[in-house]
Structures are given as structure tokens and as C-alpha cells.
């Protein structure tokens, strides 16, 4: 697809994927980066978009998938630690410590992950989607997120259980 055409058609997009992030968000501000992040990555499918049947409802997609990825990343952003566990309030402050530096052991080694594997375990084990779905985020294959998706646990794993 040649840069005019796409422009062309972002431009007459655009308002009903704002209304679209809106209506989930309801927040203007959050909402304009949802579509900046569908339009985004709708320019990164750029040459496969011919291959969908409506590129109107692949972009609607991307922008209800990202919005749900803005609601729930807002969502963890407010959980205590201790509620990623079943925490019981009799716990000693010893555990406590112990169980938070574990998830900061776990939260360092998915950061140092190559982008894209840390992107896609992040949809798939934080955000909960399924692998068709990254798939169509990414611009890849099904097959392609399984082999991240792979590698990713493997490099965690190896991390904490070297041999």
C-alpha cells in the first residue's frame, strides 16, 4: 500500500477508532495514544493489509485490544505485592520481603528480554491474550509468537534454573 492511500485512509479511520478507545477508556488523552499505537502498527502492516478483508475492523480490533491492554495495565499499576500472592495478613515481614524480592527477580529478567519476546509473554501471561491475537498485533504468524513465546520462557527459566 502506497503512503498516500494509507494516509487516506487513516484520515477517514481516525475519529471512529478515537470514538471506539474512548468509549473503553473514557479518558481523551489515553484514548489518542491507543490510536496513535493502532495507527502505528497498521503502518507496520502496511503491506499486508490487502490481505484482510476490512482493514476498517483489523484496525477496530487492534484498537480494542490495545485499550484493554491500557485499562488492565492501569489495573496493575494500582495492585499492592502482596496481592499477586495469597498473602495472609499473619505473614511474617521476613516472607514479605522475600516474596517481593522474588517478583523483582521475575520482573527483571522478563525486562531483559529482547523486545519482542518481552512484548509477547507480556500479552500472552499478563494481559491474557491468545496467540492468534498477539499474532495480529505483532504483524506475524501464529507460529512465529509460539517460537518467542518459547524462547522467552526458556531464557527465564534458564535464569533461575541455570543447568
Known amino acids: 500500500m502506497e503512503r498516500k492511500e494509507f494516509e487516506s485512509r487513516i484520515t477517514r479511520m481516525r475519529p471512529q477508532l478515537l470514538q471506539l478507545a474512548i468509549r473503553y477508556l473514557n479518558n481523551g488523552d489515553d484514548a489518542e495514544d491507543v490510536v496513535q499505537d493502532t495507527l502505528l502498527k497498521l503502518w507496520f502492516l502496511r503491506d499486508r493489509l ?18 484493554i491492554s491500557c485499562i488492565r495495565s492501569r489495573r496493575s499499576g494500582m495492585v499492592d505485592i502482596d496481592e499477586l500472592y495469597d498473602v495472609k495478613g499473619d505473614e511474617s515481614t521476613e516472607m514479605k520481603i522475600i516474596r517481593e524480592e522474588s517478583l523483582k ?54 535464569q533461575f534454573m541455570p543447568n
Not at 50 to 66: F, G, N, P, Q
Not at 116 to 123: E, F, K, N, V
Not at 142 to 158: C, D, E, M, T, W
Request: proline letters at 3%.
Open 105 to 158: 527477580e521475575i520482573f527483571d529478567a522478563i525486562s531483559a528480554l529482547p523486545d519482542l519476546q518481552q512484548s509477547i509473554l507480556r500479552m500472552k501471561h499478563v494481559e491474557g491474550f491468545e496467540v492468534e491475537e498477539i499474532a495480529a498485533i505483532t504483524g506475524s504468524n501464529p507460529g512465529a509468537v509460539r517460537v518467542n513465546l518459547s524462547r522467552a520462557r526458556k531464557r527465564i527459566k534458564q
Open 50 to 67: 490487502e490481505d484482510y478483508r476490512s482493514v476498517d475492523s483489523l484496525a477496530s480490533v487492534i484498537t480494542r485490544h490495545l485499550a
